[in-house]
């Protein structure tokens, strides 16, 4: 399925167990079909049923996560731990390579593997008033090529963490979002993978000005980030991009973060 299949889809999700379910067959068809997607920082009260905190929802093999859970393995795990400090999807196999990983951490993903989940991409996600979450894909096949499915597996993260924040909080989606011209402007041109230079360019006007509209439609979105300012935008119908999948949405989820766009975690 490509985003934008993604995307009209989840707009017509009433439930989380369907809109997980829509998640999980996307990801599945990038071969990562074992997701999680976890609030780190604060108390999540729409979960699935039978899963502990910090879980919002996961459909990880039974027998792992009763293991991981029963050991307080939450407490320790260096994706849980080190999502903070990240800005960007980051993959499992890179952090096995990092030298301060503890011991603990390293017996963690070590486990995990074992348990069939050989390799990950965690996308880190920020909300308002310095929430963190997130997303996590994994899959069962020792040849599967995390690099080669991030920029999709980051798309479908950004969308479904909309949209459950609007099944979650159905009175924000229902909230009159006033966009200027100029800020729908700097967004669809944002999506199109277009920089705040590139965009300048285009309509004439200096970088600053164009990082300036973009932070005001960041702020009425409620966000810090220039993909789920899109990605939100989209979904309230406040900007159209005809034909957004493809290299379009690969280019604007690709494109490296600004200083308009970093988040400002709280440490754990």
């Known amino acids: 399925m490509d985003l934008f299949s993604f995307i009209d889809c ?12 829509l998640l999980v067959s996307s990801a599945a068809d990038e071969g990562f079909g074992q997701v999680a997607y976890g609030a780190l920082n604060y108390e999540e009260t729409v979960r699935l049923p039978e ?4 879980a919002v929802a996961l459909n990880f093999p039974l027998d792992w996560r009763e293991h991981y859970f029963e050991r307080k393995y939450h407490e320790i795990d260096p994706v849980v731990r080190r999502t903070p400090f990240h800005s960007s999807p980051f993959m ?21 593997r074992e348990a069939g989940l ?10 308002p008033s310095g929430r963190i979450s997130v997303l996590s894909f994994a899959s069962s096949f020792d040849d599967a090529d995390p690099i080669r499915h991030m920029k999709h597996l980051h798309a479908l993260a950004c969308q479904f963490h909309v949209a459950f924040g609007e099944l979650a909080q159905p009175a924000m989606g229902k909230k009159a979002i006033g966009l200027s011209q100029r800020e729908r ?20 006007i200096s970088e600053n000005t164009i990082n300036f509209h973009l932070k005001k439609a960041m702020r009425k979105l409620g966000t810090n980030s220039r993909t789920v300012a899109v990605v939100r935008a989209i979904r309230l119908g406040l900007i159209e991009i005809p034909g957004l999948s493809g290299p379009s949405v690969s280019a604007w989820i690709d494109t490296p ?6 988040a400002q975690p709280l440490p754990l």
């Not at 196999?93 to 995990?112: I, N």
């Not at 277009?194 to 004439?204: A, E, Q």
């Open 10 to 21: 989840a707009n017509r999700t009433q439930s989380l167990s369907d809109l997980f379910d």
């Open 92 to 112: 499992w196999d890179q952090l096995l390579e990092q030298k301060q990983l503890q011991d603990g951490e390293r017996l963690v993903l070590r486990e995990s």
């Open 185 to 204: 402007e700097c967004l669809k041109w944002t999506a199109e993978g277009k920089s705040s230079w590139d965009i300048g360019i285009i309509l004439k």
């Open 257 to 262: 973060p600004t200083e308009a766009d970093a």
């Open 118 to 127: 050989k390799h990950g991409v965690s996308v880190p996600l920020f909300g």
């Open 51 to 54: 899963h502990p905190m910090p």
